[in-house]
């Protein structure tokens, strides 16, 4: 059993000092895969040459949270989603004011402004309870954007931004 073991690891490392090819086992060393990032560009896996927020980040983090970075917009999804967003804060901004947060009353008023365009309205998520008083909110616009954001008693987020990998317009859910 420890023969073969020894023997797939010597043919795995085939061209490869021991220091080379255990090099990355604690996730310290530069690993020898190649792979592309969100920003692109190809380089060593889970690093970015222009910088991206995860360049210093254990390897494979931008692999492991690529679901939590919005996609590309096309130019002009991107002005009309930026549009939008303005729109969408001055309206949950009066909302806000005067108390009403809520999914039910935020609902009408973004699907006003939404018109045709697919909404989503849900309660406001916290990394601390799951009832915080809220609403967080996402709308589809064209086929590359959307405006993303929130309310709650004290402030309005909006957004624009491109498509989540897996939720569409909402952000994914906090984890751990």
Known sequence: MVTAVAGVLLLAGCGLSGDELFSNLNG?????????????TTGTTGTSETGAPWADAPPNYADNNRVRIPGEMSPQDEKRAGQKAAEVK????????????SPAEVQPVLAELA???????????????DKARGSSYGIWIGKT????????????????????????????PPTH
Do not use: F
């Open 90 to 101: 001055r309206a949950l901004e009066d909302l806000r004011r005067r108390g009403k947060i």
């Open 145 to 172: 954007a959307c405006v993303t954001g929130a309310v709650s008693k004290d402030r309005v987020w909006a957004d624009a931004n491109g498509h989540y990998l897996e939720s569409g317009c909402l952000p994914p």
């Open 115 to 129: 018109a045709s365009d697919p909404l989503s309205v849900t309660g406001l998520r916290s990394l601390w309870s």
């Open 28 to 40: 310290t060393g530069a690993s020898h895969s190649q792979g592309t990032d969100t920003s692109g």
